[in-house]
């Protein structure tokens, strides 16, 4: 998948709309990388991911594509430590959008607030998340 496909596939197409082909680099709050799995449901994301020194940024979400899975995950620093939410909808399995504090769907419109828990349906599970980990510099992701 490219970029571009990568990002339309996030809900993410709104800051591209605006910024055009400046996209990764002009989103202000967020960073996007594409990661193979370090073994199989375990993906390894370098903590300095979250800063780009060229920039002097300081990113507060990463929206990784991460290979074997068929969405887009959001990596989001926390004041304590990391989430890492699944990016779809538990109801019919569309990609969500996120912005404004939650994730949204665009296809059937279940809600979610930035935890992932549902406040509107269809859908009625909450989004998965992910296993954060800390270790060496880097946020360990696995599936529960």
């Known amino acids: 998948m490219n970029r571009k496909e990568f990002i339309l596939k996030?809900?993410?197409?709104?800051c591209g709309i605006v910024l055009g082909s400046s996209l990764?680099?002009?989103?202000?709050?967020?960073?996007?990388l594409s990661l193979e799995p370090k073994s199989e449901g375990v993906w390894e994301v370098p903590?300095?991911?979250?800063?780009?020194?060229e920039k002097e940024k300081?990113?507060?979400?990463?929206?990784?594509?991460?290979?074997?899975?068929?969405?887009?995950?959001?990596?989001?620093?926390l004041d304590q430590g990391y989430q890492a939410i699944l990016m779809q909808c538990t109801h019919k399995g569309c990609t969500v959008n996120r912005g404004g504090g939650m994730f949204t769907c665009p296809c059937h419109g279940s809600e979610f607030d930035a935890q992932?828990?549902?406040?509107?349906?269809?859908?009625?599970?909450?989004?998965?998340?992910l296993t954060t980990q800390i270790e060496d510099e880097k946020i360990i992701l696995s599936l529960p």
């Open 10 to 14: 996030a809900g993410l197409g709104t």
């Open 47 to 53: 903590i300095s991911a979250f800063f780009d020194p």
């Open 58 to 77: 300081n990113y507060q979400v990463l929206i990784l594509e991460l290979k074997g899975l068929n969405a887009p995950v959001a990596l989001e620093k």
């Open 24 to 32: 990764i680099s002009s989103c202000s709050t967020t960073q996007y």
């Open 116 to 129: 992932g828990k549902v406040l509107e349906g269809p859908a009625q599970k909450d989004l998965l998340k």
